[in-house]
Protein backbone atom coordinates (compact mmCIF):
# COMPACT_ATOMS: atom_id res chain seq x y z
CA UNK A 1 0.00 0.00 0.00
CA UNK A 2 2.65 2.38 0.66
CA UNK A 3 4.60 1.55 -2.12
CA UNK A 4 1.63 2.02 -4.26
CA UNK A 5 1.37 5.55 -2.77
CA UNK A 6 5.09 6.27 -3.35
CA UNK A 7 4.66 4.99 -7.12
CA UNK A 8 1.57 7.70 -7.84
CA UNK A 9 3.37 10.42 -5.78
CA UNK A 10 6.33 10.20 -8.09
CA UNK A 11 4.77 9.63 -11.08
CA UNK A 12 2.41 12.88 -10.07
CA UNK A 13 5.94 14.94 -9.53
CA UNK A 14 7.06 13.25 -12.96
CA UNK A 15 3.99 14.21 -15.25
CA UNK A 16 3.83 17.73 -13.58
CA UNK A 17 7.96 17.94 -14.48
CA UNK A 18 6.80 16.34 -18.30
CA UNK A 19 3.73 19.23 -18.32
CA UNK A 20 6.25 22.01 -17.05
CA UNK A 21 8.77 21.33 -19.52
CA UNK A 22 5.97 20.97 -22.48
CA UNK A 23 4.65 24.49 -21.08
CA UNK A 24 8.29 26.02 -21.88
CA UNK A 25 8.73 24.54 -24.89
CA UNK A 26 5.31 25.59 -26.09
CA UNK A 27 6.09 29.54 -24.53
CA UNK A 28 9.85 29.67 -26.80
CA UNK A 29 8.02 28.62 -29.50
CA UNK A 30 5.15 31.17 -29.51
CA UNK A 31 7.93 33.32 -29.20
CA UNK A 32 8.98 33.67 -25.45
CA UNK A 33 12.97 33.13 -24.20
CA UNK A 34 12.96 29.79 -21.71
CA UNK A 35 16.34 29.26 -20.51
CA UNK A 36 15.90 28.09 -17.33
CA UNK A 37 15.01 31.25 -15.60
CA UNK A 38 18.84 31.96 -16.32
CA UNK A 39 18.46 35.15 -18.00
CA UNK A 40 14.72 36.04 -18.53
CA UNK A 41 13.56 39.39 -17.64
CA UNK A 42 10.61 40.26 -15.60
CA UNK A 43 8.31 42.90 -17.71
CA UNK A 44 5.35 44.62 -16.67
CA UNK A 45 3.26 42.08 -17.76
CA UNK A 46 4.21 39.33 -15.58
CA UNK A 47 4.64 41.93 -12.39
CA UNK A 48 0.55 42.64 -12.89
CA UNK A 49 0.29 38.92 -13.78
CA UNK A 50 2.18 37.96 -10.43
CA UNK A 51 0.08 40.84 -8.17
CA UNK A 52 -3.00 39.69 -9.69
CA UNK A 53 -2.47 35.98 -8.65
CA UNK A 54 -1.19 36.96 -5.48
CA UNK A 55 -4.38 39.55 -4.66
CA UNK A 56 -6.25 37.25 -2.45
CA UNK A 57 -3.28 36.73 -0.06
CA UNK A 58 -2.31 40.48 0.63
CA UNK A 59 -3.82 40.99 3.75
CA UNK A 60 -2.11 37.72 5.01
CA UNK A 61 1.01 39.15 3.17
CA UNK A 62 0.27 42.81 4.28
CA UNK A 63 -0.07 41.08 8.33
CA UNK A 64 3.82 39.95 7.43
CA UNK A 65 5.23 43.04 6.38
CA UNK A 66 3.90 44.64 9.43
CA UNK A 67 4.73 41.94 11.75
CA UNK A 68 8.41 42.42 9.94
CA UNK A 69 8.10 46.43 11.26
CA UNK A 70 7.64 45.53 14.38
CA UNK A 71 10.54 42.78 15.35
CA UNK A 72 12.80 44.72 13.18
CA UNK A 73 11.87 47.73 16.11
CA UNK A 74 12.33 45.36 18.26
CA UNK A 75 15.45 44.18 17.06
CA UNK A 76 16.39 47.84 16.92
CA UNK A 77 15.77 48.47 20.64
CA UNK A 78 17.13 45.35 22.17
CA UNK A 79 20.79 46.69 22.46
CA UNK A 80 19.64 49.88 23.70
CA UNK A 81 17.22 48.07 26.75
CA UNK A 82 20.29 45.34 27.43
CA UNK A 83 22.03 48.18 28.07
CA UNK A 84 19.80 49.71 30.16
CA UNK A 85 19.73 46.41 32.30
CA UNK A 86 23.59 46.36 32.59
CA UNK A 87 23.77 49.80 33.21
CA UNK A 88 20.99 49.75 36.19
CA UNK A 89 22.70 46.66 37.51
CA UNK A 90 26.01 48.24 37.86
CA UNK A 91 25.19 51.11 39.70
CA UNK A 92 22.31 49.09 41.94
CA UNK A 93 21.80 49.24 45.65
CA UNK A 94 19.36 47.24 47.71
CA UNK A 95 16.08 49.76 46.66
CA UNK A 96 16.44 49.17 42.80
CA UNK A 97 16.22 45.43 42.41
CA UNK A 98 12.81 45.34 41.76
CA UNK A 99 13.41 48.22 38.97
CA UNK A 100 16.27 45.65 37.72
CA UNK A 101 14.29 42.65 37.61
CA UNK A 102 11.52 44.37 35.82
CA UNK A 103 13.43 45.48 32.92
CA UNK A 104 14.85 42.06 32.91
CA UNK A 105 11.28 40.98 33.04
CA UNK A 106 10.62 43.65 29.79
CA UNK A 107 13.77 42.75 28.29
CA UNK A 108 12.34 38.94 28.07
CA UNK A 109 8.92 40.33 27.03
CA UNK A 110 10.68 42.48 24.01
CA UNK A 111 12.58 39.16 22.98
CA UNK A 112 9.27 36.76 23.35
CA UNK A 113 7.44 39.03 21.35
CA UNK A 114 10.31 39.52 18.63
CA UNK A 115 10.30 35.76 18.42
CA UNK A 116 6.18 35.53 17.72
CA UNK A 117 6.39 37.91 14.77
CA UNK A 118 9.05 36.09 13.30
CA UNK A 119 7.36 32.79 13.66
CA UNK A 120 3.82 34.50 12.48
CA UNK A 121 5.37 36.43 9.78
CA UNK A 122 7.34 33.37 8.39
CA UNK A 123 3.28 30.92 8.84
CA UNK A 124 2.00 33.61 6.74
CA UNK A 125 4.37 34.23 4.16
CA UNK A 126 4.44 30.62 3.97
CA UNK A 127 0.66 30.08 3.59
CA UNK A 128 0.19 33.08 1.17
CA UNK A 129 3.34 31.67 -1.15
CA UNK A 130 1.83 27.91 -1.18
CA UNK A 131 -1.73 29.27 -2.00
CA UNK A 132 -0.04 31.31 -5.08
CA UNK A 133 1.69 28.33 -6.40
CA UNK A 134 -1.55 25.91 -6.16
CA UNK A 135 -3.57 29.02 -7.33
CA UNK A 136 -0.92 28.76 -10.63
CA UNK A 137 -0.97 25.11 -10.40
CA UNK A 138 -4.86 24.52 -11.02
CA UNK A 139 -4.89 27.20 -13.43
CA UNK A 140 -2.71 25.89 -15.65
CA UNK A 141 -3.93 22.58 -15.26
CA UNK A 142 -7.33 23.56 -16.31
CA UNK A 143 -6.08 25.87 -19.27
CA UNK A 144 -4.40 21.89 -20.28
CA UNK A 145 -7.39 20.46 -20.22
CA UNK A 146 -9.55 22.41 -22.36
CA UNK A 147 -7.34 22.08 -25.33
CA UNK A 148 -7.61 20.57 -28.12
CA UNK A 149 -7.87 16.67 -28.83
CA UNK A 150 -5.44 17.43 -31.67
CA UNK A 151 -3.44 19.75 -29.50
CA UNK A 152 -3.16 16.29 -27.06
CA UNK A 153 -2.51 13.56 -30.18
CA UNK A 154 0.88 15.58 -31.37
CA UNK A 155 2.33 15.73 -27.76
CA UNK A 156 4.08 12.29 -26.26
CA UNK A 157 2.68 11.65 -23.16
CA UNK A 158 4.17 9.31 -20.32
Same mark, same amino acid.
Given at each position: ??? /?? *? $??? +?? !? !?YDEAKIVRHLSVVAAQKGGEVD &? &??NSKLDRTSI??? !??? +? @??????? +? *? *? $? %????VTSSITLLLPYASGQVVDLTLASNAADEA +??? $?? %???? !??LMAISGCGVYFRTLW? *? /? %??? /?IVARLRQNSYQKMLIQD????? @?KNTG
Amino acid at each position: SKQ /RI *A $TKV +SS !F !FYDEAKIVRHLSVVAAQKGGEVD &G &GKNSKLDRTSIQKL !FQY +S @KPEWPLI +S *A *A $T %ATLGVTSSITLLLPYASGQVVDLTLASNAADEA +SIM $TM %AGGL !FGLMAISGCGVYFRTLWL *A /R %AGN /RIVARLRQNSYQKMLIQDVSYLE @KKNTG
